[in-house]
């Protein structure tokens, strides 16, 4: 199975600032990285697509990138409502993986 | 507008058996293929199924393997889990997720709320 990490596994910016979160697989998977993000008491809700696709109807902040093994998503102003848990998952091959997560709190 | 409702969630003991529906409306139901994804307490997302549109392949988490049976109903479009087996790692909220499949990659989207599973004597 391809074991996906990400660091860091939490982090307490303030709202305006740039963030970025990194998603390491344990094999070459191309491109095929999604990210979600998951709130409390919520299901996951899809960002990020194919490492870089945002999904229709996400803000124009969330940004991803990468390929083979080193993925990043960024959120470049950070919002109130971007507090969350942000989850990546590789599709290549199965059974899919998600990372541990990395939990977004208020400072 | 795309929904989806999961329902048949509850406690169940050591070595019973449950089955999960997902109720599907807002999109042509038989030409997209779907998924189980499962989030024990506290903890991460695990992919544990997934059927394709026409229902005709079946994936599973090793995890899973031989205990939980993923179907469908295209006529009622409604998807299903059978878990039989359970054991106390199967405690989680199980969500089901309409599997977005492309030359791009592929994504869960949208998901449903989920329902409890608790496995518990």
């Known amino acids: ?47 990020i697509y194919a490492s870089s696709s945002l999904q229709s109807g996400v803000p124009s902040r969330f940004s991803g990138s990468g390929s083979g093994t080193d993925f990043t998503l960024t959120i470049s102003s950070l919002q109130p409502e971007d507090f969350a848990t942000y989850y990546c998952q590789q599709a290549l091959s199965f059974p899919f993986t998600f990372g541990p997560g990395t939990k977004v709190d208020i400072k | 507008e795309v929904q989806l409702v999961e329902s048949g969630g509850g406690l169940v003991q050591p070595g019973g058996s449950l089955r999960l529906s997902c109720a599907a409306s807002g999109f042509t139901f038989s030409t997209y293929a779907m998924s189980w994804v499962r989030q024990a307490p506290g903890k991460g997302l695990e992919w ?38 359970l054991r106390a790692e199967d405690t989680a909220v199980y969500y089901c997720a309409k599997w977005g499949i492309a030359a791009a990659g592929n994504w869960f989207d949208p998901w449903g709320q989920g329902t409890q599973v608790i496995v518990s004597s």
């Open chain 2, 48 to 85: 544990v199924s997934g059927i394709t549109g026409s229902g005709d392949r079946t994936y599973y988490a090793d995890s899973v393997k031989g205990r939980f049976t993923i179907s469908r109903d295209n006529s009622n479009n409604t998807l299903y889990f059978q878990m039989n087996s």
């Open chain 1, 1 to 47: 199975d391809i074991q996906m990490t990400q660091s860091p596994s939490s982090v307490s910016p303030s709202v305006g600032d740039r963030v970025t979160i990194t998603c390491r697989a344990s094999q070459g998977i191309g491109g095929w990285l999604t990210w979600y993000q998951q709130k409390p008491g919520k299901a996951p809700k899809l960002l």
